[in-house]
């Protein structure tokens, strides 16, 4: 049985021995997924966490389980703590970048030699990120790489990740945090991974004001930036730009013009 579907199998599985009619939530454990697998005859890969990573960011969930939601509603997975999960349904607000969204040109700072070997994933999206400062550039706060892949525990949430930790200072004195998740490829941004940047903003840094960041790549080489906020009880986003980097003579006098404009307005 090839992955997707051994995955699909294993998550309807515990969908449907569970589900009642008119449920939002509904709890399991990663170590259901072992005796579901056995009961299914199912051979799981050593990493069980890849089964709600893939339903996360890249796979849809079985359509038995999409099937129960109302109409604009989805299905998510939240962490609920140590190896916990919880499917809950919730309003349907993907978070994709609006396509009639304007671009703006900024000149690539990125070094060469990275951009020579650099790939199109998470790591390769944060390296232009830091070399052209388009953190900086989104927030017109003063930022500063803080540290790579963050793994720690949140109560009530157990261990989550974040791609990357910046903090900022603005004109004021006023310091920030900003928590970063990028993503490459195929794989798309989560309403779930947000959350958890919020919860380890308040957990961890509760002094700093706290303004989560998702990136992704769109085609043509635009990079998609998103600011988020928390309003009523769900994540939101405040603030979209697209950023592209080209060579700086290929900013040009009607380009600078046209970013006057912005200002203008």
């Avoid at 970063?180 to 958890?196: C, P, W």
Wanted: charged content about 30%; overall charge positive; hydrophobic content about 40%.
């Amino acid at each position: 049985m090839k992955r997707k579907n051994r995955y699909s199998a294993i998550i309807e599985k515990i969908f449907t021995s569970k589900f009642k009619p008119g449920m939002k939530m509904l709890d399991f454990a990663r170590e259901e997924f072992e005796t579901v697998a056995r009961q299914l005859r199912i051979k799981l890969p050593k990493n069980l966490g890849d089964l709600v990573y893939s339903f996360r960011y890249r796979a849809n969930l079985p359509e038995k389980i999409r099937a129960e939601a109302g109409k604009g509603e989805v299905w998510i997975i939240r962490p609920i703590g140590k190896a916990r999960y919880r499917l809950a349904l919730v309003a349907n607000r993907p978070i994709q970048p609006n396509a009639n969204l304007a671009t703006t040109k900024v000149p690539d700072a990125t070094p060469g030699i990275v951009t020579k070997y650099a790939f199109d994933d998470e790591q390769a999206l944060l390296a232009r990120l830091r070399y052209n400062r388009l953190v900086d550039v989104f927030t017109s706060v003063t930022c500063y790489s803080l540290q790579n892949h963050l793994r720690t525990v949140v109560p009530d949430m157990g261990q989550v990740e974040t791609d990357e930790l910046y903090v900022g200072l603005d004109k004021k004195g006023v310091h920030y945090i900003f928590p970063i998740q990028a993503k490459g490829g195929t794989d798309k941004l989560n309403v779930v991974q947000i959350e958890q940047d919020f919860a380890v903003c308040a957990n961890k840094f509760p002094g700093l004001i706290c303004r989560p960041i998702g990136t992704q790549f769109m085609d043509g080489g635009i990079i998609a930036l998103f600011e988020f906020e928390q309003a009523d009880g769900s994540v939101r986003i405040s603030t979209e730009k697209h950023y592209k980097l080209v060579p700086p003579e290929e900013v040009t006098k009607e380009d600078l013009e046209n970013y006057r404009q912005r200002t203008a307005d």
